[in-house]
């Protein structure tokens, strides 16, 4: 079994990018010309992110802690660097393009809660925070913590908000080149995040029960978008989720 995780500090350094480089002139021409509809669907998703990544970078810091070597502690810090930067994206765009009222980010953030379903928010704002504080008190629970945060947040919400977001772009009146591009971006950072709790999963060689409770949480918390994301985009992540779980050497009995 490959042990280590210094190829992932590697990865993380080579992917930098900054989102005050990105051009939002054409989103925020765009922006007042789109149907309601659609402002309505992608406020909706932004709101999403907006709460998740400020969530996930806040409750990385207990993870970085945990961590069983030196390697396992520079990916989580490097990691730490890319959810900020996803969180400061989401709340830039909310500002600039969708013009979210609010004096900063945390006023802004207030403001889009009425745009998501209360689970979305109870898994960001109360259940990651939960595990994270489990976790700054018992460190032996770092595997289950990263199944949730790595395997069941990541690889499941996040990436089925992510590809939902980058189809509902496509399918838009007008064109929002810049959340585009940042949304990819995040995509990209998102896959070697998810690879590195796989990673950690697949080093743990975790029993039955804890498999089937990973598969269980990834299937209910693919709902947490409510209606923002379609049954089949729940279904592919769901899908993914599994085979990631087998890659990962967890077998399904
Ligand atoms: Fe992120
Ligand atoms: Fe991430």
Known sequence: MIRGYGHFVTLAESLQWDETDIDYSADRAAWP????????????????????????????????????????????????????????????VAAEVARVP???????????????????????????PATARRLAEDHGGLTSAVGLYHMVIEGVVLLAGQHT???????????????????????????????????????ADIGRDEADALLAQGESAAKVWGDLITPDAIETAVRQHRRRLKAAGIKFW
């Open 165 to 203: 977001m980058l189809d509902t772009l496509e399918g838009l009146s007008v064109a929002l080149p810049g959340l585009r591009k940042g949304v990819e971006l995040v995509l990209r950072d998102e896959r070697w995040h998810i690879g590195f709790g796989s990673r950690i999963v697949q080093n």
């Open 102 to 128: 609010g004096a900063d980010a945390a006023a802004r953030r207030d403001a889009l809660r009425t745009h998501v379903g209360p689970e979305l928010v109870e898994l960001f704002e109360e259940r990651l």
């Open 33 to 92: 010309r789109l149907t309601d509809a659609e402002s309505a669907r992608v406020l909706g998703l932004i709101a999403g992110f907006v709460i998740a990544e400020t969530s996930v970078s806040e409750e990385l810091g207990s993870y970085q802690a945990a961590a069983s070597d030196d390697s396992m502690e520079a990916v989580f810090r490097a990691q730490a660097r890319d959810e900020a930067r996803h969180a400061r994206f989401f709340d830039l």
